[in-house]
């Protein structure tokens, strides 16, 4: 079973407050406190919803709501109230006098929560990101030996240049001297038959095939001598 509405929708006013019905709730509450929000609106001589009425004096009529910009202090506190307590903006309203969770969440959803990713940190951990450590590790240059030169012992690093170069020039007088021959012979290309002389069907493969093999057998079956017959 749900819980029950807390006004009739039919016959309260929606929309902006005037400034009638301001007077009309900061006068109530000044005399009989806030009391209970479902019963205030009827009492006040108010066509309002009691959620409406605790809205509008919380965030709006009480006489110490703070107004302005936040401070550098109050920046501070939210960070390490978030830290601990995480989303829960009333409680951490209730740590800064004169300001409403609704404000402060604002706040933070406009302006802290970008203030800490510029300076590398995730909002909701509260810890570095790793993606401002990958592109510092990425922006560092590479101290792996296998992606360093190789640098002569023997030689300083004004002439290294020059030492590589020459040893690159020893290796190929080295294969010239030893007896290999690097001069390649292209042959060209085999002859293959034109189109026209392959078989282009199944039956032709076949006819070709059983000639073929016929000429070789007349061919290698020995001649018989011709006998003369006398009557």
Partial sequence: MGRSPCCEKAHTNKGAWTREEDQRLVAYIKAHGEGCWRSLPKAAGLMRCGKSCRLRWI????????????????????IKLHQILGNKWSLIAGRLPGRTDNEIKNYWNTHIKRKLLARGIDPKTHRPLSGAAAAAAAAAPSSRPEDQPAVCSSCSPETSGACHSSDDDDRASALHHGGIDLNLSISPPRETPPPSSLPTTTQEAEATTSSTTVVEWKLRTPLKENKMYHY
Wanted: hydrophobic share 25%.
């Fill in 59 to 78: 965030n709006y009529l009480r006489p110490d709501l703070k107004r302005g910009n936040f401070t550098e202090e109050e920046d501070d506190v939210i």
